[in-house]
């Protein structure tokens, strides 16, 4: 996804991330809308809550005890989606 549009690496279409229509060809029928179902532990994952929060500050007082904020951003950065199944910024650089 870049510039509101997804693109297809298979044949180079775009698609407009919005409704799903063609940018670019070669494709020529619009992405069909799909129903995305969330599973209970991501929705209890991503919750608005007090409770939710809290739990996230204990994790996170917890992390800066044991790791240096460069140890945090490193195994952030080698974390990251990097496109095309590359995964951090090691193999990403390469």
Not at 47 to 66: D, G, N, P, T
Request: with cysteine.
């Amino acid at each position: 996804m870049e510039g509101g549009t997804i693109n297809c690496n298979c044949h180079g279409s775009r698609f407009n991330i919005s409704d799903g229509s063609v940018v670019n060809g070669p494709a020529t029928q619009p992405l069909p809308a799909k129903p995305i179902a969330v599973p209970a532990e991501v929705k209890a994952a991503t919750a608005v809550s007090y409770q939710r929060k809290l739990i996230e500050l204990r994790y996170a007082i917890a992390v800066e005890s044991e790791l240096t904020k460069s140890e945090i951003l490193e195994r952030h950065l080698n974390l990251v989606n990097f496109g095309d199944g590359t995964y951090g910024v090691q193999v990403g650089s390469r």
